[in-house]
């Protein structure tokens, strides 16, 4: 059991979303970083899609009432257990009554807790993701609360998870050539030209050659972009069409939204583009106020992408489970 001792707003419980519902309206939510999620549950030898606590408002502290072994992953800041400054994406073992401590990070905008065992949460719809348009899900449907109480899973022994000091190297570092940086501190995030790119002028030329800042006016719905206003050349009335996290539109104002994890499940703007989905998670460490650009991409380019994360994961499951099957032989 972990209980929340201090916490801010929108602070939830999310795993890997619910997908499959879209059709009767249903958000499929989840982690607005699912990278830092599949990682931190795959270092401890949780299901990827386990449900972990994302922290996006600071400072958070959780107490232990039993021990645990977690990862804080996403932040590229210290975790702070019992006062003393622990690693990020690094396994640390964690005693009953001890507190962890999460403060704002320096760059990033979330932090993850994951807890081997994941959080005994009754999944809703096939997930124990927190929807906070439909009040449901995570833990009653809300942000966290001080007070809250959240059970662990039951897999949390010793010999079943890494020890402490088992880590792995962040994202950006490790897929540093996947994943390329600005020279000017800019967000670099690639997209696909969607189905209503051709109604602006010079192949939307203005919306890939500026430089975007996002909006105050941005949550976990939907990204809204400042910068010069991009229009079509012709007004098309177009019906409501299905939409996805990722789809960038272009309401009258013609400043774009991208859609983000609790995504609209429709909308009526022309879709100028669509965010990679091995793109998103760098949205969704983007703060308010981050300026990003959109680097045209190719459909091969998003599948090499995806190829080389996978490999990434992929190599983090394999390390785990070796460091377990040592710990179990020398039991």
Same mark, same amino acid.
């Given at each position: 059991m972990i209980e929340i001792i201090e916490t801010g707003p929108f602070n939830t419980v999310q795993d890997l979303g619910r997908p499959g519902y879209r059709d009767i309206g249903v958000s499929a939510s989840g982690a607005m970083d699912p990278l830092a999620v599949r990682i931190g549950n795959s270092l401890l030898g949780n299901d990827e899609g386990a449900a972990v606590l994302e922290i996006q408002t600071f400072p958070f502290c959780l107490r232990f009432d039993r021990r645990a072994v977690f990862i804080v992953s996403g932040s590229d800041g210290a975790p702070l257990l019992d006062g003393i400054e622990k690693l990020s994406w690094c396994a640390h073992h964690a005693e009953a009554g001890q507190v962890l401590e999460l403060r704002q990070p320096p760059k990033l905008a979330r932090a993850y807790v994951c807890i081997a065992g994941g959080l005994d949460i009754a999944p809703v719809m096939g997930s124990r993701s927190t929807s906070l348009r439909g009040g449901f %899900? &995570?833990?009653? !449907?809300?942000?966290?609360?001080? %007070?809250?109480?959240?059970?662990? &899973?039951?897999? #949390? $022994?010793?010999?079943?998870?890494?020890? *402490? !000091?088992?880590?792995?190297?962040?994202?950006?570092?490790?897929?540093?050539?996947?994943?390329?940086? $600005? /020279?000017?501190?800019?967000?670099?995030?690639?997209?696909?030209?969607? &189905?209503?790119? %051709?109604?602006?002028?010079?192949? !939307?030329?203005?919306?890939?050659?500026? /430089?975007?800042?996002? *909006? #105050?006016? $941005?949550?976990?719905?939907?990204?809204?972009? *400042? %910068?010069?206003?991009?229009?079509? /050349?012709?007004?098309?009335?177009?019906? $409501?069409?299905?939409?996805?996290? !990722?789809?960038?539109?272009?309401?009258? &104002?013609?400043?774009?939204?991208?859609?983000? *994890?609790?995504a609209n499940t429709a909308g009526g703007y022309p879709k100028i583009a669509g965010v990679i989905e091995c793109d998103l998670w760098r949205l969704g460490q983007a703060r308010i106020g981050s300026r990003l650009r959109f680097v045209r991409s190719t459909h091969a380019q998003a599948r090499a992408v995806e190829q080389a994360v996978a490999r990434y994961i992929e190599d983090v499951k394999v390390t785990s489970g070796m460091v377990k099957r040592a710990l179990k032989a020398f039991a």
């Open positions: %899900g &995570g833990h009653a !449907g809300r942000p966290l609360q001080k %007070g809250d109480r959240i059970a662990i &899973g039951d897999d #949390a $022994s010793l010999l079943a998870v890494p020890p *402490s !000091g088992l880590a792995v190297v962040e994202p950006l570092v490790a897929l540093a050539d996947v994943f390329p940086q $600005s /020279t000017d501190g800019a967000v670099l995030v690639r997209a696909l030209p969607a &189905g209503e790119h %051709g109604l602006f002028a010079e192949d !939307g030329a203005a919306f890939w050659n500026q /430089t975007w800042r996002i *909006s #105050a006016r $941005s949550d976990r719905t939907g990204y809204r972009l *400042s %910068g010069d206003p991009i229009m079509p /050349t012709d007004v098309v009335e177009m019906r $409501s069409h299905g939409v996805v996290p !990722g789809v960038i539109q272009v309401p009258p &104002g013609g400043e774009p939204i991208v859609q983000m *994890s609790d």
